[in-house]
């Protein structure tokens, strides 16, 4: 009995000591599965790296489940089909071959269409299995699929395998379950970081087209873009605002450095006001670049930088040969109103000329009839009645061509002595009261062929030279008319000693009713009508000046 009570104590220890270690067993197992889930989830947020998140996955999965080899199948939506992309034990040439099984075949496509765990205990005998060379090439007998699942939908398949016959229990498809809960979500994270790079990369690209779009506009613009910071220094120019003003960017001068001196303080302050009113404002400035008068229009627009600041957008455009164009507009319609006004005026004087010229044709008509002798008076009378009765008709003429710069070519021309008609023009100039004290010098070139013109034409041109040179030096000072003959041209010279004609007079004298005299002196058309003149006879006056010293007029026309 007493044996029996020692035998009885020593089976209830034994039993409670299997009973401990089949627990502290279980407990082992159960510890080893939360590390491998704890270690699978740690390596789904601790990386984007996808290869080696899996690697940690499969590498846990076979720890924990004690099987030979693990393996990743990702569905491909396009082809529904699944395609080997991981596996722990597979040699390489076999991942490369591109091992492919359709959704809804095999253990794995089962498992992707059922959304459920699929298994075969004994592959070399399952009619289900797809690829059976796989199974007899490395030696696994026995296969657990589990779906990759993200919500209600499967991306891929993980497999486990045995290379023994095997069953595996519900514990160990839980366990597989949830590590490929862990690989479903590595999966989709590294898509989702894959689609969000591809649109980054696509909207970096699209940026940089716009920035290269952006700057090939900037730079053909026909406008000078600058970009100004708040010290009103240049941050930026484009290649014609770099040509206009002749300035570098690079060296950030404040934009009141590059203009000129005299208008600097009135671009800055302009540009400070828009600054500080941050719109759009407009002004124009006339300055002198290289010598040249120009005139720009000056447009600024806020550009608004956040919190780093701000800066201003300035648009200079060269508007000189716009306002030249405005001004010929101008000019154009005044002559074509003087035009209208002169015809009017042409009718009306032409009948009184031809009176006094009749009047002058039949004095001199009697003064040959009468006897002049022992009455020298009236000696110089025949001379002076032919000049008023030439003069009269010449009168006629300029009123019915009056403002017309544009003639006919050949209109009442013919060949011409230039030194009879210079000599002409002096004597009907020494005949001027005004013009009584001025001295007249003459310098002409013997044998100067004769050139086909309108006599009456030319010498309003030449008169009107001499008249503006005599009047530049008050009526008094030496006028020297020459005449040269170059190669094919002859030329008439009007040279004065008057005060000379300042830059900026000398750049429009050309202009049509521009003129230095004082009101009811001058009307500013005799230079204008005179160029007109002489260009339609295929000529050109040509002038030289110099400040203080006087003026040349230089009268060229072909030979």
């Known amino acids: 009995m007493d044996d029996q009570r020692v035998l009885e104590a020593f089976a209830e220890q034994a039993g409670i000591a299997v009973q401990n270690a089949q627990l502290f067993e279980e407990s082992l197992k159960r510890t080893r599965e939360t590390r491998a889930l704890f270690e699978a989830g740690r390596a789904v947020t601790a990386s984007l790296d996808l290869e080696r998140t899996i690697r940690v996955i499969l590498e846990q999965a076979r720890s924990v489940l004690g099987v030979a080899s693990c393996g990743i199948m990702v569905l491909d939506r396009a082809t529904q089909e699944l395609a080997l992309v991981a596996s722990l034990d597979l040699p390489e040439e076999l991942i490369n071959r591109g091992v492919r099984t359709p959704a809804g075949e095999g253990i794995a496509g089962r498992a992707v269409r059922d959304m459920r765990p699929r298994q075969s205990a004994d592959l070399h005998n399952d009619p289900r299995v797809q690829h059976r060379e796989l199974p007899l090439l490395s030696g696994l007998r026995a296969a657990l699929a589990v779906p990759l699942r993200v919500g209600d939908r499967a991306i891929g398949v993980i497999e486990v395998f045995h290379k023994e016959v ?56 026909p406008l000078g873009v600058f970009v100004l910071d708040p010290d009103l220094r240049i941050v930026r120019a484009n290649r014609e605002g770099v040509r206009t003003l002749g300035c570098d960017p690079a060296a950030h001068l404040p934009f009141a450095k590059v203009v000129a001196a005299e208008r600097a303080a009135d671009v800055e302050a302009f540009l400070r006001r828009a600054f500080v009113a941050h719109e759009v404002a407009r002004c124009e400035e006339q ?36 306002k030249q164009l405005e001004r010929q507009m101008l000019l154009t319609e005044r002559l074509t109103t003087a035009g209208r006004l002169a015809a009017g005026v042409a009718h009306e004087l032409n009948n009184p000329l031809a009176t006094i010229a009749g009047c002058a044709e039949s004095l001199r008509a009697r003064l040959k009839e009468d006897a002049l002798a022992g009455r020298p008076e009236l000696t110089e009378f025949p001379t002076y009645l032919g000049l008023v009765e030439e003069e009269a008709y010449r009168c006629k003429e300029i009123t019915s061509s009056l403002l017309q710069f544009v003639r006919e070519p050949g209109s009442r021309r013919a060949p011409t002595d230039i030194n009879l008609l210079v000599f002409k023009t002096v004597d009907l100039l020494t005949h001027q009261a005004r013009y009584a004290s001025g001295r007249f010098v003459t310098e002409l070139e013997d044998g100067l062929p004769e050139v086909n013109v309108n006599e009456g034409q030319l010498r309003q041109v030449f008169l009107g030279l001499g008249s503006n040179a005599l009047d530049a030096m008050d009526g008094s000072g030496r006028l020297t008319l020459r005449t040269r003959r170059t190669r094919r041209e002859v030329e008439i010279e009007f040279e004065d000693e008057g005060p000379g004609i300042s830059e900026e007079v000398a750049q429009r004298i050309w202009d049509p009713f521009f003129t230095t005299k004082p009101p009811g002196q001058g009307t500013g058309l005799g230079l204008a009508i005179a160029q007109g003149i002489v260009a339609d006879h295929g000529g050109r006056i040509e002038m030289q000046t110099h400040v203080g010293k006087g003026s040349i007029f230089r009268v060229v026309l072909p030979a």
Do not use: N
């Not at 600041?309 to 060269?318: K, P």
């Open 166 to 221: 095997h069953q595996f229990s519900g514990a160990e498809e839980d366990l597989l379950v949830a590590l490929a809960d862990q690989a479903a979500i590595a999966i989709e994270h590294a898509r989702l970081y894959e689609g969000l790079e591809a649109m980054v990369a696509e909207r970096t690209r699209e940026l940089d087209r716009q920035k290269r779009f952006v700057e090939v506009v900037l730079e053909t613009l």
């Open 287 to 322: 300055m002198v670049i290289a010598g040249e008068t120009k005139q720009f229009r000056l447009t600024t627009a806020p550009l608004r930088d956040g919190d780093d600041g701000a800066h201003l957008v300035l648009l200079v455009e060269d508007i000189t040969l716009a």
